[in-house]
């Protein structure tokens, strides 16, 4: 289908009951997103209001352009983790020079997806397997968790290591764990899992994270331990980066990956609500939207955004009908950014990588992996050796991608040959 450069133009009227379903959705949606936002700018090596800008306009954007009108978009795991993996080799996580890289890597994908969904490229991506998306989720899960483990339990492990040396490090720091650090994580992710176990409609991550809150400001942990500390109030405002040409020119193969990768998650959430709405979707233009909204991120000083399997299945679960529902949850962070900015100050950086280990801990797939092996070994072959290879990888774990790729490129070959 041919995308449209103004998709919102062609809304249906909404009645009253579709207003107060998409009201309620939103608000879902919301009480979730804030606190993920928050974690995932700590997997990205930003700030952690940039969580929230990210959370921000882009939604919206990805709202106005895109063609899922269940589909959240904003801050996700697998994005945030490949924006850390391609800057670590260029500067310091949080630091001035890393935001502004990241600005850059925002813009760049973006651009290139919306390109790619202007030039109807969406049915390429599309053809590729979903062995390959397998192998590298479980990857980079795993990679995740083993590099939120220190910073929940309080241990210091070099950065920048890869998969070996840091669960050596970790496991030799133990020992010296910080006590305070390491109750505050635990705790939490005990109460996480426990809470999605026996209340899955209760939004836990914001109940654990104002909970920890009134915890640490009572004890004042902030002596012992790490907060977020003060965060700027206010709105963003957009403005155009400083560019640096030559980190531009050595970003880009980071640029398509994340451009690629991203979409493929989408892809994967776009085909669940398509199915369960009966709406068909037009992959172009969520390129464009997707593309569309990683350029608002970049350009409002934030991190490469995309769709979230998790968040689109809660704002389709929590009855969301059209788009609005996504536009109502930005604007509840919108509201958060304004009020309640100076009262996430004690929130613990361990309770944020709880929260980031309880949410990707989900994406590893063990028995999918063994079955994929029993149905197809082709399919095998691609999931398995992106799986080693991106976690011989890490922290670059781009590179398993390619790795990935590359065995797509291979079975295919091999294919054609035998036919």
Known sequence: MTPSLLPFLKWPRSDGA???????????????AIPQALAYAQLAGVPPHLGLYAAFVPTVIAALFGASAQLSTGPVALTALLTAASLSAFAQPGSEAWVALAVVLALGAGL???????????????????????GFVNAAALVIVLSQLPTMLGV??????????????????????????????IVSLLALL??????????GALFVSVVAIGVSAAVAYESRGT?????????????????DVAAAVALLPSMGLIALISFIEVTSSARVIAARTGVAWNVNQ??????????????????????????????????????????????????????????????PTAVLAALIVSAVGTLVTPRELALIWRTSRGDALIAWTTLIATLLSAPRIHY????GLAAVGVRAAVVRMRG
């Open 18 to 32: 579709t207003w107060r379903a998409d009201l309620i959705a939103g608000a879902t949606v919301a009480v979730v």
């Open 156 to 185: 210091r492990v070099p950065a920048g290591t890869g998969v070996a040396d840091a669960l050596r490090a970790l496991l030799a720091g133990l020992p010296s764990a910080n006590p305070a650090t390491a109750a505050f994580g």
């Open 227 to 243: 907060v977020v500390g003060d965060l700027p109030p206010g709105l963003p405002v957009p403005a155009w980066p400083t560019l």
């Open 112 to 134: 290139m997806q919306a390109a790619a969904g202007l030039a109807r490229l969406g049915r390429l991506v599309e053809r590729l397997p979903p062995s390959l998306m397998l």
């Open 194 to 203: 426990g809470l999605r176990r026996a209340w899955p409609r209760l939004p």
């Open 400 to 403: 398993g991608l390619l790795a």
């Open 286 to 347: 969520e390129l464009i939207g997707q593309g569309l909204a990683k350029v608002a991120s970049g350009l409002f000083g934030a991190f490469p955004v995309s769709g979230s399997f998790s968040r689109s299945a809660l704002n389709l679960s929590a009855g969301a009908r059209t788009a609005w529902a996504s536009i109502v949850s930005a604007a509840l962070v919108g509201v958060a950014l304004v009020f309640a900015a100076r009262s996430l100050h004690h929130l």
